[in-house]
């Protein structure tokens, strides 16, 4: 009897979640298919998946940076994400070189919201774009994909605290590296 108690406590949590969903996807028709805009800043930690050496490896060091993002939402299902990254502290300098390593990235992708209940919007997005490297690892673009997702929190009117933000970024150079790393910060909406 003891063993079954954590399989229902699982189903009954399953089972809520279409109810809770179904009801937090009414909006008011006054907010529904009108396009808003929104620009925040963020703070990020990235690791880097290079170490210098030539080879796709965990740094010794993780990257801290900041970031901006810009959110296109042109209908409930229908946004678009804009960010850009620069991760220039704590950067690890390889035994032999007089440089770091550090990643700046811009992508723009697609980003589509689970639920909207009571202010809590988590979400998905994929994006696209390139990246550069400070130091001599990296000479020019290179491009990238993220996969991730996050958390919005919407604190005031006008204010949106992105609680959390993780991506899992692939980078197409050789080696192919694959950095991850989140990001927290702080939107506001123009209109």
Sequence with gaps: ?????????????????????????????????????????????????????GVAETSPNRLYGVGTYVDARFTRWVQIEAEGHWLR???????????????????????????????????????????????NWLTGHAGNFAYGGGLDYRWKHRLTIRAVDFEYQQWRVKPTLWPYGGSVGLSYTIF
Aim: glycine content about 14%; proline content about 9%; overall charge negative.
């Design 1 to 53: 009897m003891e063993t079954k108690r954590p399989a229902l406590a699982f189903l009954l949590v399953v089972f809520s979640f279409p109810a809770l969903s179904s009801h937090a996807q009414v909006a008011p028709t006054a907010y529904q298919g009108q396009f808003s805009l929104s620009a925040g800043a963020e703070g990020s930690m990235f690791q880097p998946d290079y170490a210098g050496a």
């Design 89 to 135: 502290f704590n950067e690890y300098v390889p035994p032999g070189s007089t440089q770091g390593i550090g990643e700046n990235t811009y992508m723009i992708g697609p980003r589509v919201p689970i639920v909207d209940w009571h202010g809590l919007e988590p979400y998905g997005k994929v994006l696209f774009g390139w990246g550069s490297g400070t130091g």
